[in-house]
Protein backbone atom coordinates (compact mmCIF):
# COMPACT_ATOMS: atom_id res chain seq x y z
CA UNK A 1 0.00 0.00 0.00
CA UNK A 2 2.68 2.39 0.77
CA UNK A 3 4.42 1.97 -2.55
CA UNK A 4 1.47 2.12 -4.49
CA UNK A 5 0.67 5.50 -2.66
CA UNK A 6 4.08 6.70 -3.26
CA UNK A 7 3.72 6.14 -6.70
CA UNK A 8 0.75 8.80 -6.47
CA UNK A 9 2.80 11.41 -4.87
CA UNK A 10 5.47 13.58 -6.12
CA UNK A 11 8.95 14.84 -4.39
CA UNK A 12 9.10 15.39 -0.83
CA UNK A 13 5.64 13.36 -0.27
CA UNK A 14 6.96 10.41 -2.53
CA UNK A 15 10.21 10.21 -0.69
CA UNK A 16 8.54 10.19 2.58
CA UNK A 17 6.16 6.82 1.54
CA UNK A 18 9.64 5.24 -0.15
CA UNK A 19 11.36 5.67 3.14
CA UNK A 20 8.97 4.17 5.22
CA UNK A 21 9.20 1.79 3.39
CA UNK A 22 13.28 1.20 3.78
CA UNK A 23 12.83 1.72 7.56
CA UNK A 24 9.98 -0.19 8.31
CA UNK A 25 9.65 -3.61 5.85
CA UNK A 26 13.25 -3.60 4.74
CA UNK A 27 13.31 -7.31 3.99
CA UNK A 28 10.08 -6.77 1.79
CA UNK A 29 10.21 -7.35 -1.87
CA UNK A 30 9.34 -3.90 -1.93
CA UNK A 31 12.19 -2.17 -0.31
CA UNK A 32 14.24 -2.70 -3.16
CA UNK A 33 12.17 -1.16 -5.22
CA UNK A 34 11.81 1.97 -3.49
CA UNK A 35 15.41 1.97 -3.25
CA UNK A 36 15.75 2.00 -6.83
CA UNK A 37 13.13 4.81 -7.62
CA UNK A 38 14.91 6.96 -4.98
CA UNK A 39 18.01 6.99 -6.51
CA UNK A 40 16.69 7.40 -9.64
CA UNK A 41 15.12 10.43 -8.15
CA UNK A 42 18.13 11.74 -6.73
CA UNK A 43 19.47 11.01 -10.40
CA UNK A 44 17.29 12.92 -12.37
CA UNK A 45 17.09 15.98 -10.18
CA UNK A 46 21.12 15.85 -10.67
CA UNK A 47 21.82 15.22 -6.99
CA UNK A 48 24.69 13.24 -8.14
CA UNK A 49 26.27 12.32 -4.74
CA UNK A 50 22.97 11.25 -2.94
CA UNK A 51 22.19 9.57 -6.07
CA UNK A 52 25.57 7.57 -6.02
CA UNK A 53 25.14 6.89 -2.23
CA UNK A 54 21.89 4.79 -3.09
CA UNK A 55 22.85 3.23 -5.97
CA UNK A 56 25.99 2.07 -4.50
CA UNK A 57 23.30 -0.07 -2.82
CA UNK A 58 20.92 -0.77 -5.70
CA UNK A 59 23.70 -2.67 -7.37
CA UNK A 60 24.05 -4.91 -4.36
CA UNK A 61 20.44 -5.88 -4.51
CA UNK A 62 19.11 -5.92 -8.13
CA UNK A 63 19.11 -8.97 -9.83
CA UNK A 64 16.86 -8.14 -13.22
CA UNK A 65 20.12 -8.07 -15.37
CA UNK A 66 19.02 -4.86 -17.54
CA UNK A 67 17.76 -3.47 -14.26
CA UNK A 68 20.93 -3.86 -12.90
CA UNK A 69 22.82 -2.29 -16.04
CA UNK A 70 21.24 0.80 -15.76
CA UNK A 71 21.75 1.57 -12.24
CA UNK A 72 25.13 0.60 -12.68
CA UNK A 73 25.78 2.59 -15.56
CA UNK A 74 23.88 5.37 -13.42
CA UNK A 75 26.24 4.92 -10.47
CA UNK A 76 29.24 5.61 -12.50
CA UNK A 77 27.83 8.50 -14.29
CA UNK A 78 26.70 10.07 -10.97
CA UNK A 79 30.41 9.68 -10.09
CA UNK A 80 31.34 11.03 -13.10
CA UNK A 81 28.90 14.07 -12.93
CA UNK A 82 30.62 14.84 -9.17
CA UNK A 83 33.67 14.11 -10.33
CA UNK A 84 34.72 11.26 -8.25
CA UNK A 85 36.85 10.20 -11.59
CA UNK A 86 38.31 7.05 -10.06
CA UNK A 87 35.15 5.83 -8.44
CA UNK A 88 33.35 6.30 -11.86
CA UNK A 89 36.09 4.55 -13.56
CA UNK A 90 35.95 1.51 -11.41
CA UNK A 91 32.13 1.08 -11.80
CA UNK A 92 32.65 1.96 -15.90
CA UNK A 93 35.18 -1.26 -15.63
CA UNK A 94 32.89 -3.37 -13.45
CA UNK A 95 30.19 -2.98 -16.22
CA UNK A 96 32.14 -3.36 -19.03
CA UNK A 97 33.27 -6.70 -17.60
CA UNK A 98 29.73 -8.06 -17.01
CA UNK A 99 28.86 -6.63 -20.48
CA UNK A 100 31.51 -8.64 -21.90
CA UNK A 101 30.43 -11.48 -19.96
CA UNK A 102 27.03 -12.04 -20.92
CA UNK A 103 27.97 -11.28 -24.18
CA UNK A 104 30.21 -14.57 -24.19
CA UNK A 105 27.85 -16.67 -22.51
CA UNK A 106 25.48 -19.58 -24.63
CA UNK A 107 22.20 -18.35 -25.75
CA UNK A 108 22.13 -14.87 -25.07
CA UNK A 109 19.31 -13.12 -27.24
CA UNK A 110 19.72 -10.85 -30.15
CA UNK A 111 17.37 -8.51 -28.14
CA UNK A 112 19.59 -8.77 -24.93
CA UNK A 113 22.96 -8.27 -26.85
CA UNK A 114 20.94 -4.67 -28.37
CA UNK A 115 20.24 -3.61 -25.43
CA UNK A 116 24.00 -4.41 -23.81
CA UNK A 117 25.16 -2.23 -26.84
CA UNK A 118 24.83 1.03 -25.96
CA UNK A 119 25.97 0.85 -22.27
CA UNK A 120 29.24 -1.07 -23.31
CA UNK A 121 30.29 1.48 -25.93
CA UNK A 122 29.83 4.25 -23.20
CA UNK A 123 31.41 2.41 -20.69
CA UNK A 124 34.86 2.23 -22.95
CA UNK A 125 34.48 5.78 -23.65
CA UNK A 126 33.94 7.01 -20.37
CA UNK A 127 36.67 4.77 -19.09
CA UNK A 128 38.86 6.83 -21.32
CA UNK A 129 37.61 10.19 -20.42
CA UNK A 130 38.12 9.06 -16.63
CA UNK A 131 41.88 7.99 -17.19
CA UNK A 132 42.34 11.57 -18.84
CA UNK A 133 40.71 13.38 -15.82
CA UNK A 134 43.36 11.08 -13.56
CA UNK A 135 46.46 12.39 -15.50
CA UNK A 136 46.79 8.63 -17.04
CA UNK A 137 47.17 9.77 -20.34
CA UNK A 138 48.70 6.89 -21.94
CA UNK A 139 46.17 4.40 -21.00
CA UNK A 140 43.09 6.84 -21.97
CA UNK A 141 45.08 7.17 -25.38
CA UNK A 142 44.91 3.38 -25.05
CA UNK A 143 41.38 2.90 -24.25
CA UNK A 144 40.13 5.72 -27.17
CA UNK A 145 42.18 3.78 -29.45
CA UNK A 146 40.28 0.58 -28.39
CA UNK A 147 36.90 2.22 -28.80
CA UNK A 148 37.58 3.47 -32.15
CA UNK A 149 38.68 -0.04 -32.86
CA UNK A 150 35.68 -1.98 -31.70
CA UNK A 151 32.97 0.92 -31.81
CA UNK A 152 33.00 2.03 -35.84
CA UNK A 153 29.37 3.11 -36.11
CA UNK A 154 29.20 4.63 -32.88
CA UNK A 155 27.39 7.78 -32.13
CA UNK A 156 30.26 8.48 -29.72
CA UNK A 157 32.92 7.89 -32.60
CA UNK A 158 33.88 11.29 -33.57
CA UNK A 159 34.12 11.88 -29.77
CA UNK A 160 36.51 9.19 -29.45
CA UNK A 161 38.67 10.38 -32.20
CA UNK A 162 38.40 14.27 -30.89
CA UNK A 163 39.33 13.27 -27.00
CA UNK A 164 42.35 10.89 -29.03
CA UNK A 165 43.53 14.04 -30.55
CA UNK A 166 43.94 15.47 -27.39
CA UNK A 167 45.18 13.37 -25.45
CA UNK A 168 48.07 12.45 -27.69
CA UNK A 169 48.30 16.76 -27.59
CA UNK A 170 48.72 16.18 -24.03
CA UNK A 171 51.53 13.90 -24.44
CA UNK A 172 53.34 15.82 -26.93
CA UNK A 173 52.50 13.28 -29.52
CA UNK A 174 51.93 15.72 -32.26
CA UNK A 175 52.33 13.82 -35.23
CA UNK A 176 50.00 10.94 -34.15
CA UNK A 177 47.66 13.82 -32.93
CA UNK A 178 47.28 15.02 -35.86
CA UNK A 179 46.92 11.39 -37.56
CA UNK A 180 43.78 11.07 -35.06
CA UNK A 181 41.97 14.35 -36.21
CA UNK A 182 42.49 13.69 -40.19
CA UNK A 183 38.71 12.30 -40.20
CA UNK A 184 37.99 15.77 -39.91
CA UNK A 185 37.08 18.21 -42.48
CA UNK A 186 35.22 21.26 -43.33
CA UNK A 187 31.63 19.59 -43.14
CA UNK A 188 31.96 18.22 -39.71
CA UNK A 189 29.97 19.77 -36.96
CA UNK A 190 31.37 22.82 -35.46
CA UNK A 191 31.35 21.22 -31.94
CA UNK A 192 34.36 19.10 -33.28
CA UNK A 193 35.67 21.30 -35.87
CA UNK A 194 36.86 24.05 -33.80
CA UNK A 195 38.81 21.95 -30.87
CA UNK A 196 40.32 20.07 -34.10
CA UNK A 197 41.40 23.49 -36.01
CA UNK A 198 42.89 24.60 -32.36
CA UNK A 199 44.59 21.34 -32.17
CA UNK A 200 45.96 21.22 -35.39
CA UNK A 201 46.90 24.72 -35.05
CA UNK A 202 49.40 24.07 -32.05
CA UNK A 203 50.24 21.03 -33.56
CA UNK A 204 51.78 22.24 -37.08
CA UNK A 205 53.60 24.99 -34.52
CA UNK A 206 55.01 22.75 -32.17
CA UNK A 207 56.07 20.60 -35.06
CA UNK A 208 58.19 23.75 -36.70
CA UNK A 209 55.28 24.27 -39.79
CA UNK A 210 54.54 27.86 -39.05
CA UNK A 211 52.79 28.62 -42.02
CA UNK A 212 50.09 25.30 -41.78
CA UNK A 213 49.71 26.46 -38.35
CA UNK A 214 49.20 30.49 -39.08
CA UNK A 215 46.48 29.06 -41.54
CA UNK A 216 44.65 26.57 -39.91
CA UNK A 217 44.33 29.25 -37.26
CA UNK A 218 42.80 31.98 -39.42
CA UNK A 219 40.38 29.46 -40.37
CA UNK A 220 39.40 29.36 -36.49
CA UNK A 221 39.37 32.62 -35.89
CA UNK A 222 37.53 34.19 -39.20
CA UNK A 223 34.86 31.45 -39.01
CA UNK A 224 34.30 31.68 -35.36
CA UNK A 225 35.35 35.19 -33.40
CA UNK A 226 33.30 34.56 -30.98
CA UNK A 227 34.81 30.81 -30.30
CA UNK A 228 35.95 29.82 -26.62
CA UNK A 229 39.49 28.71 -28.16
CA UNK A 230 39.83 32.38 -29.48
CA UNK A 231 42.20 33.97 -27.79
CA UNK A 232 44.42 30.75 -27.11
CA UNK A 233 44.37 30.53 -30.62
CA UNK A 234 45.68 33.92 -31.40
CA UNK A 235 48.41 33.45 -28.53
CA UNK A 236 49.79 30.53 -30.80
CA UNK A 237 49.19 32.22 -34.06
CA UNK A 238 51.32 34.79 -32.68
CA UNK A 239 53.90 32.75 -31.62
CA UNK A 240 53.88 31.11 -35.23
CA UNK A 241 54.25 34.39 -36.74
CA UNK A 242 57.28 35.23 -34.76
CA UNK A 243 58.64 31.75 -35.19
CA UNK A 244 58.78 32.29 -39.29
CA UNK A 245 60.15 35.64 -39.04
CA UNK A 246 57.06 37.36 -39.08
CA UNK A 247 57.66 40.13 -36.35
CA UNK A 248 55.14 42.20 -37.57
CA UNK A 249 51.95 40.46 -38.15
CA UNK A 250 53.08 38.69 -34.27
CA UNK A 251 52.72 41.61 -32.47
CA UNK A 252 49.79 42.82 -34.42
CA UNK A 253 48.02 39.47 -33.43
CA UNK A 254 49.59 39.34 -29.53
CA UNK A 255 48.45 42.91 -29.17
CA UNK A 256 44.59 42.07 -29.83
CA UNK A 257 44.99 39.50 -26.65
CA UNK A 258 46.04 42.96 -24.66
CA UNK A 259 43.94 45.20 -26.30
CA UNK A 260 40.97 42.36 -25.43
CA UNK A 261 41.20 39.63 -23.51
CA UNK A 262 40.41 40.16 -19.56
CA UNK A 263 41.75 36.77 -18.24
CA UNK A 264 44.91 37.95 -16.30
CA UNK A 265 46.99 34.57 -16.85
CA UNK A 266 46.41 35.15 -20.60
CA UNK A 267 47.36 38.82 -20.53
CA UNK A 268 50.73 37.69 -18.60
CA UNK A 269 51.00 34.87 -21.47
CA UNK A 270 50.45 37.44 -24.13
CA UNK A 271 53.07 39.55 -23.10
CA UNK A 272 55.80 37.67 -22.43
CA UNK A 273 54.76 36.54 -26.07
CA UNK A 274 54.99 39.99 -27.43
CA UNK A 275 58.06 41.04 -25.54
CA UNK A 276 59.86 38.09 -27.75
CA UNK A 277 58.54 38.93 -31.02
CA UNK A 278 59.15 42.87 -30.98
CA UNK A 279 62.80 44.06 -31.60
CA UNK A 280 63.17 46.89 -30.34
CA UNK A 281 64.52 46.63 -26.97
CA UNK A 282 62.62 49.12 -25.53
CA UNK A 283 58.93 47.85 -26.17
CA UNK A 284 60.73 44.79 -25.34
CA UNK A 285 61.67 45.25 -22.18
CA UNK A 286 58.23 47.52 -21.67
CA UNK A 287 56.14 44.15 -21.85
CA UNK A 288 58.80 41.83 -19.56
CA UNK A 289 58.42 44.30 -16.86
CA UNK A 290 54.43 44.22 -17.26
CA UNK A 291 54.29 40.25 -16.38
CA UNK A 292 57.29 40.87 -13.52
CA UNK A 293 55.42 43.96 -11.94
CA UNK A 294 51.65 42.78 -12.93
CA UNK A 295 51.41 38.96 -12.28
CA UNK A 296 50.55 37.38 -8.86
CA UNK A 297 53.79 35.73 -7.67
CA UNK A 298 51.21 33.59 -5.59
CA UNK A 299 50.11 32.10 -8.10
CA UNK A 300 51.33 28.79 -9.36
CA UNK A 301 50.80 28.98 -12.62
CA UNK A 302 52.03 32.53 -12.79
CA UNK A 303 55.08 32.40 -10.83
CA UNK A 304 56.74 31.12 -13.37
CA UNK A 305 55.92 33.52 -16.07
CA UNK A 306 57.45 36.14 -13.93
CA UNK A 307 60.49 34.35 -13.26
CA UNK A 308 61.25 33.66 -17.26
CA UNK A 309 59.91 37.80 -17.08
CA UNK A 310 62.57 38.85 -15.28
CA UNK A 311 65.36 36.68 -16.88
CA UNK A 312 64.46 38.02 -20.16
CA UNK A 313 64.26 41.06 -19.22
CA UNK A 314 68.21 40.97 -17.90
CA UNK A 315 70.19 41.32 -21.05
CA UNK A 316 67.70 44.21 -22.23
CA UNK A 317 69.19 46.00 -19.06
CA UNK A 318 72.84 45.89 -20.41
CA UNK A 319 71.82 46.46 -24.04
CA UNK A 320 70.05 49.65 -22.62
CA UNK A 321 73.02 50.86 -19.91
CA UNK A 322 70.46 49.99 -17.40
CA UNK A 323 72.95 48.29 -14.89
CA UNK A 324 71.47 48.60 -11.59
CA UNK A 325 67.92 47.43 -12.86
CA UNK A 326 69.75 44.40 -14.13
CA UNK A 327 71.28 44.33 -10.36
CA UNK A 328 67.38 44.49 -8.59
CA UNK A 329 66.12 42.48 -10.91
CA UNK A 330 68.40 39.32 -10.75
CA UNK A 331 68.66 39.94 -7.19
CA UNK A 332 64.89 39.25 -7.10
CA UNK A 333 65.06 36.58 -9.31
CA UNK A 334 67.41 34.47 -7.34
CA UNK A 335 65.56 34.81 -4.43
CA UNK A 336 62.00 34.80 -5.06
CA UNK A 337 62.00 31.85 -7.58
CA UNK A 338 65.39 29.91 -6.28
CA UNK A 339 63.62 26.92 -8.31
CA UNK A 340 64.01 28.67 -11.53
CA UNK A 341 67.40 30.06 -10.80
CA UNK A 342 68.63 26.20 -10.49
CA UNK A 343 67.37 24.92 -13.18
CA UNK A 344 68.80 27.71 -15.38
CA UNK A 345 72.33 26.84 -13.08
CA UNK A 346 71.91 23.36 -14.16
CA UNK A 347 71.68 23.75 -17.69
CA UNK A 348 74.32 25.81 -17.93
CA UNK A 349 76.49 23.78 -16.08
CA UNK A 350 75.45 20.78 -18.53
CA UNK A 351 76.99 23.05 -21.21
CA UNK A 352 80.03 23.74 -19.58
CA UNK A 353 79.13 27.16 -19.28
CA UNK A 354 79.27 29.67 -16.45
CA UNK A 355 75.92 30.38 -14.56
CA UNK A 356 74.06 32.93 -16.81
CA UNK A 357 72.48 34.86 -14.24
CA UNK A 358 75.81 35.47 -12.41
CA UNK A 359 77.32 36.21 -15.46
CA UNK A 360 75.09 38.71 -16.70
CA UNK A 361 75.22 40.31 -12.79
CA UNK A 362 79.29 40.47 -13.42
CA UNK A 363 79.13 42.40 -16.49
CA UNK A 364 76.30 45.09 -14.87
CA UNK A 365 78.56 45.76 -12.18
CA UNK A 366 81.09 46.25 -14.41
CA UNK A 367 79.08 48.34 -16.61
CA UNK A 368 77.99 50.30 -13.25
CA UNK A 369 81.67 50.82 -12.26
CA UNK A 370 82.18 52.32 -15.70
CA UNK A 371 79.47 54.67 -15.58
CA UNK A 372 80.99 55.77 -12.20
CA UNK A 373 83.92 56.34 -13.68
CA UNK A 374 82.81 58.15 -16.47
CA UNK A 375 80.28 60.28 -13.32
CA UNK A 376 83.64 60.63 -11.63
CA UNK A 377 85.63 62.34 -14.72
CA UNK A 378 82.80 64.60 -15.35
CA UNK A 379 82.82 66.05 -11.95
CA UNK A 380 86.41 66.61 -12.06
CA UNK A 381 86.28 68.58 -15.28
Known amino acids: MLYSLAGLRTGAE ?4 LNRILKNYPDSPYAARALG ?31 QTRARFALAESYRFSEHWKL ?26 RFNRPFLEKSV ?48 RYDDALAALVPFDENSDRKFLEPVLYYRGQAYFETGRYDKSIQCLETL ?3 WPESSFYFEAKLVQGRAYAAAGKN ?26 LGRAQTDPAEKLA ?10 PDNPEEAPLIAQALFESLPLYLELNRPQDLLTDSSRLLEKFPTFAIRLRAQASDAGKT ?6 RTQAREQLAKQEEKGTANERE
Open 14 to 17: QEDY
Open 37 to 67: RLAWNAYEKKDYETAAARFEKVVDTETDPQK
Open 88 to 113: SLENFQTLEKSLNKTTESYGVSDEAL
Open 125 to 172: FYQGACLAKLGKTESAVQTFERFIENFQTSEFLPQARLALGSALMDLK
Open 221 to 223: LNN
Open 248 to 273: ADAVRVLSDILNFASDEQLLNRASLE
Open 287 to 296: SFQRVALLAD
Open 355 to 360: DEINTL
